[in-house]
């Protein structure tokens, strides 16, 4: 078996020169179709392995409409700007069964026949904690207006055994999943662009996280009910990142009961906010060397080109790299609208999830992302999905898990919330 997968359609076409063929839509309309071929390139490592089953996702941008296909030898797709996944489990010489991803955005399909090539990674395997949960949407005041400071992250130990939180790092991309950039160098295949760093404290295991339990990490660990009735009480956190401002009007706040985590680098001069509207993605790394070197010798200067109404002008920025290998779980967010593409490989995360439906979208406070429950077990302990797919693995537009845990108000009129589900839509059973 030709381990290079093609999905060869022009054969099969063709009673004419033509390159366009027709279908019937599910309305009855007659939709033309564009013969597409797709080529997978395999890591040199790959070359002896066996392909043992494959799944082509083709989202249509404009329509939302999901075209799967599985080691199809056909394929024909209207014309349209496409999300394009690619899934395939193979076997090693040796029998070790792996999983490659690709991944392509913003993929231009027209009405003549158009080979796409997809550079498939290796699956990054983790026996680490997860990310459970991003809350960063934040709460209302009563009057409407945004409040801030009660944004979390919460971590799950997956496994079946203890896990020490010491040295696990947190992080933010520095590209945002709404604008992309053609940039160079490009390290996407090695690295990810980060601009937030910061570190679980400990000498090693000073933090244990048992099988099924949860850390939690918050901006600020106060009782936010307090500045806000509409908040929480997040004074009872395990850890909190906290900034020394060099701005004297944008002082952030020292929660005198929740340990400080380790700030290793953030961009911002005051302090650090996840991104309220979810445009970025989130991670988790254990960084094999300390601080020092870690700022000396990973830095990452790159160009690229801002396009914007006014022209197109060449740029640099800068920043620090964080190798792939490094980097335990990647959670990407977005909105549909303005969604560009990811900004890690589809190694590490090959999809997406959001709060709100489109920009500023004002039913996005409240709500966070949560992980899916695969599965419980028979002593109880929850399993949560990780397939390295944001789409797959996450509920978006969750009642945030604390409002849930607390009771507190799940919207801007202080409606107290009732619920209290495992991942956001499962029910917790007594």
């Not at 009782?223 to 009480?233: E, I, K, L, M």
């Not at 020092?292 to 396009?307: G, I, R």
């Amino acid at each position: 078996m030709r381990i290079t997968s093609i999905i060869a359609a022009m054969a099969v076409l063709l009673m004419s020169a033509t390159a366009v063929s027709c279908s019937d839509s599910p309305g009855g309309d007659v939709v033309e179709t564009v013969p597409v071929s797709v080529t997978i390139e395999h890591p040199a490592d790959m070359a002896d392995a066996t392909l043992v089953s494959e799944e082509y996702t083709f989202t249509n941008v404009n329509t939302a409409q999901v075209t799967r296909v599985s080691s199809a030898d056909d394929l024909n797709l209207e014309a349209g700007l496409y999300d394009i996944m690619y899934q395939g489990q193979y076997k090693t010489a040796n029998g070790v069964e792996l999983t490659l991803r690709a991944a392509a955005t913003s993929v231009t399909i027209t009405e003549s026949a158009r080979t796409i090539v997809l550079k498939a990674y290796a699956n990054i395997e983790n026996d680490d904690l997860i990310i459970a949960e991003v809350f960063f949407a934040g709460t209302l005041h009563p009057s409407g207006n945004q409040y801030y400071g009660d944004d979390y992250i919460k971590l799950y130990n997956n496994t079946d055994h203890v896990i020490y939180a010491d040295g696990i790092t947190i992080f933010e991309s520095k590209f945002t999943t709404t604008q992309k950039y053609e940039h160079t160098p490009d390290i996407m295949a090695e690295a990810m662009n980060v601009q937030a760093l910061y570190t679980i404290p400990g000498s090693g295991k000073e933090h244990p996280v048992q099988p099924g339990e949860y850390m939690l990490i918050v901006d600020t660990g106060i009782d936010h009910r307090v500045a806000n009735p509409n908040s929480f009480d997040l004074s009872a956190a395990d850890f909190e990142w906290y900034d020394v401002s060099t701005k004297p009007g944008n002082i952030d706040i020292d929660g005198p009961t929740v340990p400080n985590l380790d700030k290793w680098y953030c961009y911002t001069l005051s302090y650090w906010l996840l991104h309220n509207r979810g445009f970025k993605a989130y991670g988790i790394a254990r960084i094999p060397v300390d601080r020092d070197t870690y700022l000396t010798a990973y830095k990452y200067h790159y160009d690229y080109t801002l396009v914007t109404v006014a022209g197109t002008f060449p740029m640099t920025a800068d920043a620090y790299r964080l190798p792939n290998d490094w980097i335990k779980d990647v959670v990407t967010c977005s909105v549909q609208p303005e969604y560009a593409w990811n900004v890690c490989t589809p190694a590490l995360d090959c999809g997406w999830t959001h709060c709100g439906d489109v920009d500023k979208d004002k039913n996005r406070y409240f709500h966070s992302v949560r992980r899916k429950v695969l599965r419980i077990t028979d002593d109880g302990r929850v399993i949560l999905k990780d397939t390295n797919n944001s789409t797959e693995d996450f509920n978006p537009d969750c009642i945030a898990s604390e409002i849930e845990i607390q009771g507190t108000a799940m919207d801007v009129n202080g409606t107290p919330c009732t619920v209290r589900t495992y991942d956001g839509v499962m029910p917790m059973t007594k």
